[in-house]
């Protein structure tokens, strides 16, 4: 039986030697993403013949494997086959979830005769957003986006700054507020313990953040990731929501400031919930980063 570790972060060299010479579609293969929600979601990790095996929980408190880091498509039988014969001995739920396309691609082209159940996630697809049309807010489908952002920056005092170390613990403080205010129990209060573990270790991490202050106060701010040339991915973006067009504005500004020379955007997933899938469709993806779950 494997022996899986908890992650850490003294973990990030080994598995950016894994993840980094790959192009992910998804959030879910960050490192950042990883690692900040690894106690949320029990993350854990094993090698394999040179492959990285990640397990971990989902919401409904449910394990399974994450598609396998640094497999060969040659050596997919045998790993699966492994993998599989895992499952059973870890009394686990499900044999992969967070798979991408290619990975569904590569296990069919496989296996000519299988017993799989592969079905999409929709609760986890991923949003996918031009950047210039983030930074922009141009055309008619974003015109109350535009009109938000227009109000916000007509009617409001404010100053942008970078997440620098002084403003970590105030960002942490902002964060808790905001947390509690919005009865800080369930996804939210994970999420609060994730926007920690990502600000107390930002000097390890590989993330650019930035604040927006309203009458001197912090009342939004957003972290995001570079992973490959051609994808940024939002992973946290928090506003007072009292404040009309703080949101729009953050969002416009940050991709305009840090992003402008990535061409897609990926926001993360909606997570099956009602507000948060209206919110991220509203800015009209392009596409979606589709997961998938694969089961014996």
């Given at each position: 039986?494997?022996?899986?570790?908890?992650?850490?972060?003294?973990?990030?060299?080994?598995?950016?030697?894994?993840?980094?010479?790959?192009?992910?579609?998804?959030?879910?293969?960050?490192?950042?993403?990883?690692?900040?929600?690894?106690?949320?979601?029990?993350?854990?990790?094993?090698?394999?013949?040179?492959?990285?095996?990640?397990?971990?929980?989902?919401?409904?408190?449910?394990?399974?494997?994450?598609?396998?880091?640094?497999?060969?498509?040659?050596?997919?039988?045998?790993?699966?086959?492994?993998?599989?014969?895992?499952?059973?001995?870890?009394?686990?739920?499900?044999?992969?979830?967070?798979?991408?396309?290619?990975?569904?691609?590569?296990?069919?082209?496989?296996?000519?005769?299988?017993?799989?159940?592969?079905?999409?996630?929709?609760?986890?697809?991923?949003?996918?957003?031009?950047?210039?049309?983030?930074?922009?807010?141009?055309?008619?489908?974003?015109?109350?986006?535009?009109?938000?952002?227009?109000?916000?920056?007509?009617?409001?005092?404010?100053?942008?700054?970078?997440?620098?170390?002084?403003?970590?613990?105030?960002?942490?403080?902002?964060?808790?507020?905001?947390?509690?205010?919005?009865?800080?129990?369930?996804?939210?209060?994970?999420e609060l313990k994730s926007i920690?573990?990502?600000?107390?270790?930002?000097?390890?991490?590989?993330?650019?953040?930035?604040?927006?202050?309203?009458?001197?106060?912090?009342?939004?701010?957003?972290?995001?990731?570079?992973?490959?040339?051609?994808?940024?991915?939002?992973?946290?973006?928090?506003?007072?929501t009292d404040i009309r067009g703080?949101?729009?504005?953050?969002?416009?500004?940050?991709?305009?400031?840090?992003?402008?020379?990535?061409?897609y955007i990926n926001r993360e997933?909606?997570?099956?919930?009602?507000?948060?899938?209206?919110?991220?469709?509203?800015?009209?993806?392009?596409?979606?980063?589709?997961?998938?779950?694969?089961?014996?």
């Open positions: 039986m494997l022996e899986f570790k908890p992650l850490t972060i003294k973990d990030k060299d080994m598995f950016d030697k894994y993840l980094k010479p790959y192009v992910y579609e998804t959030c879910e293969y960050s490192f950042t993403n990883l690692f900040i929600w690894r106690k949320a979601l029990d993350i854990q990790y094993a090698l394999y013949n040179d492959v990285m095996i990640v397990m971990k929980m989902d919401f409904n408190g449910n394990f399974h494997f994450m598609q396998p880091i640094g497999y060969k498509k040659e050596n997919l039988k045998e790993l699966t086959d492994f993998l599989i014969a895992q499952k059973k001995q870890l009394e686990i739920k499900y044999l992969f979830k967070d798979a991408e396309e290619m990975f569904i691609k590569d296990i069919l082209d496989t296996y000519s005769d299988t017993n799989f159940t592969i079905e999409e996630d929709r609760d986890n697809f991923d949003y996918i957003y031009e950047s210039n049309a983030l930074a922009t807010l141009s055309g008619k489908k974003l015109h109350k986006k535009k009109n938000h952002y227009n109000y916000f920056i007509k009617n409001y005092q404010y100053e942008t700054a970078p997440i620098t170390s002084e403003l970590i613990q105030p960002c942490i403080r902002a964060a808790r507020e905001w947390c509690h205010k919005n009865i800080c129990k369930g996804y939210l209060l994970y920690e573990e990502m600000l107390k270790n930002s000097s390890n991490l590989d993330f650019t953040g930035m604040v927006v202050y309203v009458n001197d106060k912090i009342s939004a701010f957003t972290i995001g990731e570079k992973v490959n040339e051609s994808m940024a991915i939002i992973h946290i973006e928090k506003a007072d703080l949101s729009n504005f953050i969002n416009k500004t940050f991709v305009e400031t840090c992003y402008k020379d990535v061409p997933q909606d997570l099956g919930l009602e507000g948060l899938r209206h919110a991220k469709s509203s800015y009209m993806p392009v596409r979606f980063a589709k997961k998938f779950i694969v089961n014996t």
